[in-house]
C-alpha cells in the first residue's frame, strides 16, 4: 500500500512536469507566432488537463457550434459565485463600432445602481493578438465564445485577473466604465455586486445567437438591446475614424481606401442581416427580452427613447438619468448629420451592398442621387419600419 501511494505521487509529479512543460513549450511557439503549430499544442493541452478541467467551464450552452477548434475548455477553470444580492436588471448593448454604442451606455451608467463593463472585447482582441478595426464574421469567430463567457462572468461578478489586468494598466478604460482605483480583485467584486443591475456593451459579438442560446439568457435573466444605425452614416463615421483618405494624390492609397469602404460596408450590412434573422428565431416566450432600437431616435429623441429602454429593462428613470438627459441640447436630425459628409457615390456603394429589404425592415430610406443625399426635406427614415412581427422596436 505504501509503494502503492508513492507511486501514485511521483505520477502526480509526472503529470504536473509534463504539463508545465507543455505550457511552456506552447508559450514559446505562441510567442515566435509559429502559427500552424499553436492548435497542435492547444488540442495537446486540453487532453493533458483532461474532461474534469473542461467540466468546469461556467457558461452552459443548449448548442455550441462556435467553437470548431476546441481552444476554449482550458481557458477558464473558475466556477462563478453568484452574488447573495437579489439583481434586477441585466443588460447587454449589442452594437457595432460607430453606431451609438458608448452614448447609449452611458444613459445605464448615469443610473448610480448600475455595474458598467465597457467593452469586454478588448480584453479578448488582446488576449488573440486581433485587429481592432477588422469586424468580419470569420475573423472575429476564435474570441466569439470566450467573448460570451466574458459577459456572463460579468453579469455574475466573476472575474480573471487578465481584467483586472487590462484595468490597471488602462486608465481610458476605468474613465468610461466610471471607477478610479478599483482594480483587486476584492474591490472590483465588491464594486460590482453592490450594484443591483449590470449592464455590458460590445462590439464585437457576431451574432446574437450566441448569447441567446447561454442558460442565462434562457431563463430570462437578460435583456438584449440591439443598437443599429444607419449603414451610410456607420461607415460615414468609420471613414473618418478610421482616417481614411481619398483626397491623397497618391493613386493606390485611393484605391486601398475605396476598397477598406466597401468590405467594412459589406461587413456592416451582414452583421445586420444575421442578428435580424437570429432575433426572427429567439423563442416566443423570450422575445419580450429583446429589442431593437435606433441610433438615430436615441440622438435625435433621447427624452423620448430612454425612458423606453428603462421601461424595456424593468427600471425608473432615476433623476441622475434624467439631469443627464436634460443636460443635452436636442436637435432634430442630429443623427442625420452624415448626409452632407458621405458623398453620393460612397453612399450608392453601400446601398447596393445592403439589400432594399434591409432598409425596409430598419426603416432606412434609399437616395436617388446627390440632390436628394443632401436635400434635409427628403427623409432618410421612416416613422414606421417594417421589422418582421413579434420583434420589439422602440420608436
Known amino acids: 500500500m505504501k509503494l502503492l501511494r508513492l507511486t501514485n505521487r511521483k505520477l502526480s509529479k509526472i503529470k504536473a512536469v509534463c504539463i508545465v512543460s507543455t505550457m511552456l513549450t506552447f508559450a514559446y511557439i505562441w510567442a515566435t507566432n509559429a502559427g500552424d503549430l499553436k492548435h497542435t499544442f492547444l488540442n495537446v493541452f486540453n487532453q493533458l488537463l483532461g474532461e474534469h478541467m473542461a467540466r468546469k467551464v461556467p457558461v452552459e450552452f443548449d448548442d455550441i457550434k462556435n467553437d470548431p477548434d476546441g481552444l476554449w475548455p482550458w481557458m477558464r477553470l473558475h466556477s ?129 445567437a450566441s448569447v441567446v442560446r447561454t442558460k442565462d439568457f434562457t431563463e430570462g435573466k437578460i435583456k438584449i438591446v440591439h443598437l443599429v444605425r444607419d449603414p451610410r452614416a456607420t461607415l460615414s463615421a468609420r471613414e473618418r475614424f478610421q482616417h481614411w483618405n481619398y483626397r491623397t494624390r497618391r493613386g493606390n492609397d485611393i484605391k486601398q481606401n475605396i476598397e477598406k469602404f466597401d468590405k467594412y460596408a459589406t461587413y456592416y450590412c451582414q452583421w445586420l442581416q444575421t442578428n435580424l434573422r437570429s432575433a426572427q428565431n429567439i423563442p416566443l416566450r423570450l422575445r419580450k427580452n429583446f429589442v431593437i432600437v435606433r441610433y438615430e431616435d436615441l440622438a435625435d429623441r433621447p427624452r423620448d427613447i430612454v425612458p423606453k429602454l428603462y421601461d424595456f429593462v424593468g427600471l425608473d428613470l432615476h433623476q441622475r438619468v434624467k439631469a443627464l438627459i436634460d443636460g443635452q441640447k436636442e436637435k432634430l436630425g442630429n443623427g442625420l448629420s452624415w448626409r452632407r459628409k458621405l458623398p453620393f457615390n460612397r453612399t450608392s456603394i453601400v446601398q447596393n451592398l445592403c439589400n432594399d429589404d434591409l432598409f425596409r425592415f430598419y426603416g432606412y430610406i434609399k437616395v436617388n442621387n446627390t440632390e436628394q443625399l443632401v436635400n434635409d426635406n427628403f427623409k432618410l427614415l421612416s416613422g414606421d419600419p417594417l421589422v418582421p412581427s413579434g420583434i420589439n422596436f422602440i420608436l
Open 80 to 208: 462563478p459565485k453568484p452574488s447573495d444580492r437579489q439583481v434586477t436588471a441585466r443588460v447587454l448593448v449589442h452594437a457595432r463600432m460607430r453606431t451609438g454604442s458608448s452614448l447609449t451606455g452611458r444613459y445605464f451608467l448615469a443610473h448610480p445602481d448600475f455595474a458598467y463593463l465597457y467593452e469586454p472585447g478588448l480584453l479578448v482582441r488582446r488576449l488573440y493578438e486581433m485587429d481592432a478595426y477588422n469586424d468580419s464574421a470569420s475573423y472575429l469567430a476564435p474570441m466569439q465564445l470566450p467573448l460570451v463567457q466574458s459577459i456572463i462572468d460579468f453579469f455574475n461578478c466573476t472575474f480573471e485577473g487578465d481584467v483586472l489586468s487590462l484595468l490597471t494598466r488602462n486608465p481610458w478604460l476605468r474613465k468610461q466604465m466610471n471607477i478610479k482605483d478599483l482594480v483587486t480583485t476584492d474591490n472590483f467584486t465588491t464594486h460590482c455586486v453592490s450594484k443591483r443591475n449590470r449592464v455590458v456593451k460590445t462590439i464585437r459579438l457576431s451574432d446574437i
